[in-house]
């Protein structure tokens, strides 16, 4: 890269005006279709039931509630988010659910010990979370 010009330019000093967003005109983002809560605990069930859970309904409000909850809420995943596309999106999901998921270490061993073990599990788990979390709007 080399800098070939410079150029100043000025603006007028006085108030702007831009338009709103026509809503009522085409090019608008279809909503996209949200995994409902039974799904993704079929999905788990159909996967993971064979590990043996020492508490598998807790294991599972973890995985559908708490989870996706806290990566929702994670700021570095909201502002990749608003202002990003998905591919940055996505990776700042994965960062946050990571942390997430490690925040659980004490209380869930089994599902730490799962989703740094078991590959299978764990791009499940981040597939599940990003595909319900990318959907929802921004919070704030």
């Known amino acids: 890269m080399e800098k070939r010009a410079t150029e100043t330019i000025s603006l007028q000093d006085q108030d702007g005006h831009i338009e709103p ?14 995994d409902q809560l039974s799904n993704i605990l079929k999905a788990f069930n159909d996967q993971f039931g ?14 559908a509630q708490e989870i996706p909850a806290k990566v929702a809420a994670d ?11 998905r591919q940055n999106a ?10 997430v998921v ?5 209380d869930h061993t089994e599902l730490f ?21 990318y959907s929802q709007p921004p919070a704030g």
Do not use: C, T, Y
């Open 75 to 85: 700021g570095a995943f909201q502002n990749a988010k608003k202002g990003s596309d």
């Open 102 to 106: 490690a925040g659980f270490l004490a």
């Open 21 to 34: 967003v026509p809503i009522s005109e085409g090019g608008h983002k279809p909503e996209p279709e949200m």
């Open 90 to 99: 996505r990776i700042e999901h994965d960062k946050a659910l990571q942390r």
């Open 50 to 63: 064979s590990i043996e859970w020492k508490d598998v309904d807790r294991i599972r409000k973890v995985i």
């Open 113 to 133: 010990k799962q989703f740094q073990d078991n590959h299978s599990f764990r791009r499940w788990l981040e597939d599940s979370i990003f595909a319900v979390n």
